[in-house]
């Protein structure tokens, strides 16, 4: 957990969501819509180039439609909700959202996991370290347009690499093309599915799609 990569990651998005939240303050809203729309078309070219990593289309298809059951059965994203309206009843929903959108773009990635397992097993940070300056810059655009759920997705970052690079040796099937596409391949959908709601032309709950991220791995080693 105490991994420097991990550390730089996490350190990054802290200043560049502060960066973003102090500069966004003078951005009026018909340009900072324009940051809304930037980001959320290049959310979808991320996403459609994640999902053609995956191995098996209909593998991802499962996990989607599974973990969004489960999520809609827990109501995940509605109580991220009720979460942000008790620590920031002023920002609301869009402090959820901020959440949610930072968290599914810095997170289920194939630099995720292979940074993490490579920092883990061999010592080696460099992948980490690259994405670290790519998750910076990318919070300073989405502190700008969502405020400061952004800033709090720093803590699911260190969380989720740093259990990654501690537990790196149980996990590293992980780095294996046969679970790492079709894993890719759900976070790519999921971040189609959240450009799709920036651009405002569906309300996707994105939220409730978290758990595919769990469950394509466990597919991938009965399916694989």
Known sequence: MWNIAVI???VAVIIGSLIGLLTGKGI????RSVFFQAIGLLTIGLGVKMFFDASHALLVLISLAAGGLIGEALKIEDWLGRLADRFNPNEGANFARGFVVALVLFVPGPMTVLGSLQAGL????ELLLIKSLMDGISSVLLATAYGRGVLLSAAGVYLIQ?????????LSFLQSPQYLGD?????GLM???IGIRMLELRDIKVGNYLPALLISPILSAIFG
């Open 8 to 10: 730089a990651n996490t």
């Open 28 to 31: 009026s809203g018909r340009f």
């Open 122 to 125: 061999a010592g080696n940070n």
């Open 162 to 170: 740093g259990l990654l690079v501690t537990f790196a040796s149980a």
């Open 183 to 187: 894993f890719s391949g759900v976070g």
């Open 191 to 193: 971040l189609l599915g």
